[in-house]
């Protein structure tokens, strides 16, 4: 993966604001529903997400410009800083550090130390196949054959609301490229990530990693969600709210019909019990509706004129609590 701050497009000594502020602006442009046509979008969306993930988290960021990881969040081998002193002459290198050594993984002279130090490192690992070549000269190595890679695979993927609730099918692209038809579970919510088994990273010698795909939940055009329950700003005409009314209201189902007391004020909140998202301990939310009184567009002599004979006829203060 490429430099996060390259990804984000800012200077390594951006601000956290700076990077959230860019951060956003790259996930709205490339986010994969603004861009259906786009096969290649998926992937610049997850690359961004993922450069967010390193830097746009204050101890990431840190530890990312200390070296101690990469671009993808893993650890990055160190190397044994100082070198022993007691070595120059013996193939150390005379900067302090060493790049060629001499040992042997066993508890004789030259072994024991040099192992303990792999040993707390890796486990005991390090040792268990040789180690080094010996003799004098020859390059520093040790087989990592023992040592855990982490070979995962993290994206994002961006569903509807209606495939949140129904569940479906997806087509997801990797950073490698390669494109997966991913199975949406009914129910899923945002943050939840579904794992694909052998679907991540290869390295020789090391079984494949996993793919971990988290998932976001695109915003709906008017069902605004609230943990488990859905909310929807509802217009209504003037003579809807004076005379009452029942109304058509969409559900994630079929729409149904709501029914509109007569002098219903804008603000009022209904609800359709049971309508809302599935609960993970089971049933499902509820829905609610809160009118807003819409008048017509333009300017209305009649319903002018209606008015202001109502104004003076029937005066009433509505901020009469307010002081």
Aim: hydrophobic share 35%.
């Amino acid at each position: 993966m490429r430099d996060p701050y390259e990804v984000l497009g800012v200077q390594k000594g951006a601000s956290a604001a700076a990077i959230k502020s860019a951060y956003r602006k790259l996930a709205k442009k490339h986010h994969p529903d603004a861009n259906k046509n786009d096969p290649k979008s998926a992937a610049r969306f997850a690359e961004v997400n993922s450069a967010n993930e390193i830097i746009g988290d204050e101890t990431k960021r840190k530890q990312f410009d200390r070296g101690e990881i990469d671009a993808e969040g893993k650890p990055r081998f160190q190397g044994f800083p100082g070198g022993d002193p007691r070595a120059r002459g013996r193939g150390a290198s005379p900067g302090g550090g060493f790049e060629t050594f001499s040992f042997r993984t066993g508890g004789g002279p030259g072994g024991g130390g040099f192992e303990d130090i792999l040993n707390s490192m890796f486990g005991g690992a390090a040792g268990a196949r040789g180690g080094a070549r010996a003799g004098r000269g020859s390059p520093f190595e040790f087989d990592t054959g023992g040592i855990g890679l982490d070979l995962d695979l993290s994206v994002a993927m961006t569903v509807s609301l209606e495939e949140a609730v129904k569940g479906g099918e997806k087509r997801v692209r990797l950073p490698t490229g390669k494109e997966l038809n991913v199975k949406i579970p009914a129910g899923v919510v945002a943050g939840q990530q579904i794992r694909l088994k052998g679907q991540g990273e290869t390295a020789p010698g090391h079984p494949p990693g996993d793919l971990l795909i988290t998932i976001s939940i695109a915003p709906h055009p008017f069902f605004k969600v609230d943990g488990s329950d859905l909310r929807v700003d509802l217009p209504v005409t003037l003579y809807e709210a004076v005379l009452g009314a029942k109304v058509r209201v969409p559900t994630l189902g079929s729409a149904v019909e709501l029914s509109i007391p007569k002098n219903t004020s804008s603000g009022r909140t209904f609800r359709l019990k049971g309508k809302g998202l599935p609960k993970t301990g089971g049933g499902s939310g509820d829905l609610y509706f809160t009118t807003r009184i819409m008048l017509p567009d333009g300017n209305d002599a009649e319903l002018e004129a209606l008015m202001q004979k109502w104004r003076d006829s029937h005066p009433y203060n509505p901020r009469s609590d307010l002081g």
